[in-house]
């Protein structure tokens, strides 16, 4: 016993040095590269939305040489709904690691933890927007309804609708889409789902009235004649296999979206130099062939960059609106 | 038979209850139960289950009673005790020196076999965690605060 | 006839020496995953997606079906032979498994069926996805939210053969099981629910911690108390393949539980949110139904076949709503879904239109795999039985560091170590009074399922009750299910009725 407590006295006092070193190393140069692994948190599951994201832009940035030939490691955080991934990053004291963590960030992300925890978008180092998802209004081959004014036609008769989706910017695109149409909740009823693809199952059993989802998900099945989009929660009609679907503005309502944005954060300790560096890092990856066309265009997103002080003031009034129209604002 | 004693015969079905208990309150008033146009609401099935496990641990409780209690050796519970020291010696020096430490003083100290024997116990099963978790599957282990602190 | 030519024109892409490789190296690794707790087929897919990118898109699908459905093989190994599940389908196994090898000293011949039943299982599985694929996929969309409750209830019965000799211990843990798998997110409202304010209760307690803890970590601690018994005379079979070989009555035995199973999983790995979890368990229930010569969970070849055959005809089943709709029955299939948006495949109603090379190649994979996996795992069955000649006292500590090591890698934190440690505790009092715990996690898997189509089904009705009767699917199922709660009510009152009419 003894002899580990002299052991771990040498290891506290052989540590001291090390750690004032890596502090000043920070704090001394103006410019920061990555000189070890570096570590990103995705908070969702292998294989979803923010999975693809992530090794998108990770598979660019290794390929194109970007980070100094550092490895870069992704580290899966799903516990607590993704809630204890994000508490980690946003809790990561000042020094070298601080400067080598990135983590996966979406509105999808920001709405359950503004609800839910109290942990808030101040706490992240904001580095990085990338794109923005936007949501579309689906019927399927079997549905009653073959466009939206028919839709808007049965609410107003007191007929019931139910409406299938996923999880977070879903729910919050049905939530303002019924205050713009004014019916009420019980009426319009909103289904969750896990994931995208349940909802899609279910609206191709025809068991639901209609479908929300995003560009990329159904895209798919709207080429196969499976479901045709019939309303775009946007400011404007989306291209290609999806511009038959109208605007709310066309139908005499105000357009109403509740934009998915993704982006990457850091800890709110990374320091200035090492968020300069990941900005521009990401500012180049964004301009990239392998991203524009391999993933922007596949996924159906619209992009859209923003450098670490835009991205800043947008992602903290959004979480300022999102969190008035929940009612959680003090 | 003779008197009745509180044994974990007894005890199982009162935590029932009372994890019951907590459901059905929590579930009914913070919840919610039904809601007449959606339905069940969160705290439904909760309810409802915590009504029926209350009943049966009733059932349970007085049934509980004509059984004979069990013994718990002390002995048992050393692996759980071992368990409890690697999570705490995680903290410190990391789980991997952790459990290579544990394997090492059980099989060493408690079980009393040899340095060859304890060697290749100790090779083989820090090959497989090492070998598969470690670099095939790339785990992160978590390495204690000593190791944060030089890291940092 | 059109389904079997273009099954052909699949293996004739799979039967390359490169994919014939990359098929074998996907059936080992995937052998060891499944084999180790905690390590899944989801993480294994995952974490081998990235090395696919530099293949072309058919071999590495071809790489990772035959990981994934080799998983189902890996995860009896070590239920028969440690009685910890390598993966949650493989729970099951370990009841009638793990007695049967040690209790019944046959544990060469424990994985002997477990092997066999996996493969047929499998190949039901696989030939009716390649006779009726998409008509397969259709079949599980007819199933919505209130043909899956009714369907779901009806599986919930089946818990009543689970329960064992005392049935309100059984009972008890049950709805003990139901309460523990509603704590978490509640995806209905998106809110937190019995979280009690802590972060890590925010996403529930997760699935296989809890098992490795409850079936597992609890068996290291009862065996504490026997470890000082002899193990190698109690061996009296020879560690050879031939000395686990079954017998023409084995056989006998395990054929029929395996093609009743087989069957019933790939209908249940068609489903819309259950998986191969939900397959192993309702087989294994199913078993209870019939008759088997040996009481299940004493170590019976029909158990073992029973829940073996269901898994891997469930993850055979999984790939036709995959393939014909991209629609990912379970985590693994949306990770390969991931994957093969990746690989610039889109998947989709129009996959097996537009790329049948590659969905047949599949599909051909999975029976090389089959056939390559039965091969391998019968192969090392005489090492893998060498593990019960170690005394239990070398096993304790090691069994232990798997536990820990396992349920830390499930989510990468120190929380799943804990829900580990704290269900193995509670699991080995529980098993001390007599409680049996498969019921418990039965209702575990099959609760929140049950919840969240019963509430979808509720909201879409507005309330009333009549969903379930308007559509014949659940209309019928609900006859089924009030047959099978009544039939003993019935019998009982025959009964009472004959015995009274005899003693007046």
């Known amino acids: 016993m003894k002899k580990f407590a002299i052991v771990l006295a040498f290891a506290v006092l052989l540590a001291f040095p090390v750690f004032a070193a890596a502090q000043a190393e920070v704090a001394g140069p103006a410019s920061f590269v990555p000189t070890k692994n570096i570590e990103w948190y995705v908070t969702s599951s292998p294989g979803g939305g923010s999975d693809i994201f992530t090794r998108n832009l990770m598979d660019i940035m290794v390929s194109d040489k970007l980070v100094n030939d550092q490895n870069i490691v992704i580290q899966y955080k799903t516990d607590g709904a993704g809630e204890v991934g994000r508490l980690l990053v946003s809790n990561i004291k000042a020094g070298s690691q601080a400067d080598h963590t990135l983590l996966t960030f979406n509105s999808g992300d920001l709405m359950p933890m503004a609800k839910n925890t109290n942990n808030r978008f101040e706490n992240f180092q904001p580095i990085a927007h990338l794109a923005v998802d936007k949501h579309l209004i689906f019927v399927g081959e079997g549905s009653a309804y073959k466009n939206f004014e028919e839709v808007i036609a049965a609410l107003k008769a007191g007929k019931n609708i139910t409406l299938a989706g996923s999880k977070g910017d879903d729910i919050a695109c049905h939530a303002a889409l019924i205050k713009e149409l004014g019916v009420s909740e019980d009426q319009f009823a909103y289904i969750a789902h896990d994931a995208s693809s349940g909802a899609i199952t279910a609206i191709l059993g025809n068991h639901y009235d209609l479908l929300i989802c995003k560009p990329a998900a159904a895209s798919q099945y709207v080429e196969a004649g499976k479901i045709k989009p019939i309303l775009a929660l946007s400011t404007s009609r989306f291209p290609g296999n999806l511009s038959s679907a109208p605007t709310l503005k066309e139908l005499g309502y105000k357009n109403v979206e509740v934009p998915n944005w993704r982006s990457v954060v850091g800890p709110k300790s990374m320091s200035a130099e090492a968020v300069a560096y990941w900005s521009d890092v990401f500012k180049q990856v964004s301009t990239t062939d392998a991203w524009t066309k391999g993933y922007i265009e596949k996924q159906k997103l619209v992009p859209e960059f923003m450098d670490h002080n835009v991205f800043k003031a947008y992602g903290t009034q959004f979480q300022a609106e999102y969190l008035a129209s929940i009612g959680k604002d003090k | ?152 | ?504």
Not at chain 3, 187 to 216: A, E
Not at chain 3, 271 to 300: C, H, V
Not at chain 3, 308 to 319: H, K, L, Q, T, V
Not at chain 3, 454 to 479: E, N, T, V
């Open chain 2, 1 to 152: 038979m003779e008197k009745r004693k509180i044994t974990s015969k007894v005890l199982i079905p009162v935590c029932s209850a009372l994890i019951a208990v907590v459901f059905i309150t929590m579930g009914y008033f913070k919840y919610g139960f039904w809601h007449s146009a959606k339905g069940p609401l969160p705290g439904f099935f909760p309810v409802i289950i915590g009504t029926i496990l209350l009943l049966v641990s009733v059932l349970s409780f007085i049934s509980s009673f004509k059984e004979e209690g069990t013994s718990y050796p002390w002995e048992n519970w050393y692996p759980a005790l071992g368990a409890v020291a690697v999570m705490l010696a995680t903290l410190v020096i990391g789980m991997l020196p952790s459990l290579a430490i544990f394997v090492v003083v059980w099989l060493k100290w408690y079980e009393k076999y040899s340095w060859k024997t304890t060697l290749i116990v100790f090779a083989i099963i820090m090959g497989i965690v090492l070998g598969a978790f470690v670099f095939w599957l790339g785990v992160p282990f978590p390495k204690g605060f000593i190791y944060e602190m030089i890291a940092y």
């Open chain 3, 1 to 504: 006839m059109e389904n079997l030519t273009m099954l052909l024109g699949g293996f004739s892409v799979v039967l390359t020496m490169q994919n014939i490789l990359v098929t074998l190296l996907g059936a080992v690794l995937g052998l060891i995953v499944g084999a180790m707790p905690g390590i899944g087929s989801l993480a294994g897919v995952a974490l081998l997606l990235p090395l696919t990118y530099k293949f072309n898109p058919t071999t590495a699908i071809i790489m990772l079906g035959s990981l994934y459905y080799a998983n189902m093989y890996g995860g009896a190994f070590s239920a028969i032979l440690l009685n910890i599940p390598g993966d949650s389908p493989a729970v099951m196994t370990a009841l009638d498994g793990y007695p049967m090898a040690t209790k019944r000293n046959r544990p060469g011949q424990a994985l002997f069926t477990s092997n066999m039943s996996s493969f047929i299982g499998g190949l039901i599985g696989m030939f009716i996805l390649t006779f009726t694929g998409p008509a397969l996929a259709n079949l599980g969309l007819k199933f919505g939210p209130a043909e899956m409750t009714a369907l779901l209830l009806v599986a919930m019965t089946s818990i009543g053969w689970l329960v064992g000799e005392n049935p309100i211990k059984g009972v008890l843990l049950t709805l003990v099981g139901i309460l523990i798998a509603s704590m978490g997110m509640d995806t209905l409202t998106g809110s937190p629910r019995f979280d009690f304010g802590n972060m890590y209760l925010l996403g529930g307690i997760p699935f296989t911690p809890f098992v490795i803890g409850t079936v597992g970590f609890s068996q290291v601690l009862k065996l504490m108390g026997e470890r000082n018994k002899k193990v190698e005379a109690n061996l009296s079979q020879k560690l050879t393949i031939r000395g686990s070989m079954l017998t023409l009555h084995d056989i006998k035995r395990l054929l029929p539980p395996a093609i009743r199973s087989g069957f019933l999983g790939t209908f249940v790995g068609v489903l819309p949110g259950a998986g191969a979890t939900t397959g192993s368990f309702m087989g294994y229930a199913m078993q209870k139904a019939f008759k088997s010569e040996e009481e299940l969970g004493s170590g019976a070849i029909e158990g073992i076949a029973a829940c073996e055959a269901a898994n891997n005809a469930a993850a055979a089943g999984s790939f036709a709503p995959l393939l014909a709709l991209g629609i990912p029955g379970s985590g693994t299939g949306a990770v390969l879904l991931g994957g093969l948006m990746m690989w610039g495949l889109n998947p989709g109603p129009l996959l097996f239109t537009n790329q049948p090379e590659f969905c047949w190649g599949l599909i051909a994979s999975l029976f090389l795999a089959n056939l390559l996996t039965l091969v391998i795992a019968l192969g090392i069955i005489p090492f893998l039985i060498k593990i019960l000649t170690v005394p239990i006292k070398i096993l304790i500590p090691c069994i232990t560091v798997i536990c820990i090591v396992g349920s830390y890698s499930t989510s990468n934190s120190m929380y799943g170590v804990l829900v580990m440690f704290f269900s193995g505790l509670f699991g080995y009092i529980l098993d001390k009074n007599g409680y049996s715990t498969a019921p418990m996690l039965l209702a575990f898997v099959l609760a929140p399922l049950l919840e969240s189509n019963m509430r979808k089904s509720f909201i879409s009705s507005h309330g009333s009750l009549d969903i379930f009767f308007r559509k014949p699917i659940s209309a019928f199922l609900i006859l089924v299910l009030f047959a099978i709660i009544l039939t003993p009510v019935i019998k009982f009152v025959i009964r009472k009725v004959r015995s009274s009419t005899k003693s007046v």
